[in-house]
């Protein structure tokens, strides 16, 4: 049973994506001829609130965008994606962060983001947001804007917190100690707890990001799909995935995480081993087109199955 119109509430980056697509990804120092090329709206911070917009959830964007052509474009953008984009500001005389895009014919990429107006989101930004955040029913944030106004947003929230702990960084224990549910794909994983993290010894690996200080570690493995842990009990969860041929993986994690913000405020009955599911069953839709919010897929329903899971 759906919970009505509970608030998801996103902290973080806006950027535009400039995206080439290649048969395969360059070497260093190499020129290739591209494909195409596609312009588009991204950020892993508005990815993920429109996707969990797209799947019918009442989202609400904190930002900063610059002062140019697609700082403006971008607020229309969220919000012809119903997304209360009332606080994403315009930030004077600083330019729109952007991320370069690399993406090869079977769907791997590589990405360098310039952070622009994501680096001017601040803590008095969140204080004239103060009464939005603390009645919020989950917060989304991840390490694409400044960690201290992460950290101010998660402790003025009385809702849910969830942290997309990307890109990597070891600077966040403070964070994690605010933090319900930590959210991070093998890389992040294996930078966090300082071994290289695959399935085989992924126990281990969500053992140590709870000693981290967070109260649930999720990761997500991709095509495998994704392994949880709870502080709470002694349970290793690995939530299985179907598997597709994917044409474009950019945003997939942000499909994730945007979905499982939205499954745990309007689905709260429902099992986490099922909400993971669902999530990763939307990550696995959006693999399938090419782009990113365009990939997100739309009021869709991914509850009418059961998914299989195991315990580690």
């Not at 494909?35 to 989202?59: D, P, Y």
């Not at 549910?181 to 695959?198: H, K, R, T, W």
């Not at 689905?267 to 959006?286: E, F, M």
Request: with cysteine; hydrophobic share 40%; net charge neutral.
């Amino acid at each position: 049973m759906e919970t009505a119109n509970p608030k998801i509430v996103v902290v973080g980056s806006c950027s535009v994506d400039f995206t080439t697509y290649a048969p395969r990804l360059p070497l260093p120092g190499e020129t290739l001829h591209g494909t195409k090329f596609t312009t588009s709206f991204g950020g892993k911070g508005a990815n993920q609130c429109v996707a969990a917009a797209k799947l019918g959830g009442n989202a609400y964007m904190i930002a900063r965008v610059g002062d140019d052509y697609w700082g403006k474009q971008y607020i229309d953008n969220l919000t012809k994606f119903g997304i209360n984009a009332q606080h994403t500001k315009i930030t004077k005389g600083i330019t729109t962060g952007i991320a370069q895009i690399s993406v090869s014919a079977n769907g791997e990429n590589q990405i360098v983001i310039v952070s622009g107006a994501n680096n001017y989101l601040s803590v008095s930004d969140i204080n004239e947001t103060q009464e939005l955040i603390e009645n919020a029913d989950i917060i989304i944030s991840q390490l694409e804007t400044p960690i201290e106004t992460t950290y101010h947003a998660f402790k003025t929230c009385n809702g849910i917190r969830l942290l997309n702990a990307a890109p990597a960084s070891t600077n966040i224990k403070h964070l994690l100690e605010h933090c319900h549910i930590l959210c991070v794909n093998e890389p992040e994983a294996s930078f966090l707890v300082g071994f290289n993290v695959d399935v085989s010894n992924i126990k281990n690996a969500l053992r140590k990001l709870l000693e981290l200080g967070c109260q649930t570690a999720i990761i997500t493995l991709g095509n495998k799909g994704a392994a949880y842990c709870k502080k709470d009990d002694d349970l290793y969860v690995h939530v299985q995935c179907s598997r597709v041929v994917p044409v474009d993986t950019t945003g997939a994690g942000d499909a994730f995480v945007g979905a499982l913000a939205k499954f745990l405020v309007s689905h709260k009955k429902t099992p986490l081993h099922q909400i993971v599911g669902a999530a990763c069953d939307v990550a696995t839709k959006s693999v399938m087109k090419e782009g990113t919010q365009s990939s997100f897929p739309d009021n869709y329903n991914p509850f009418q199955v059961l998914y299989e899971y195991i315990i580690l």
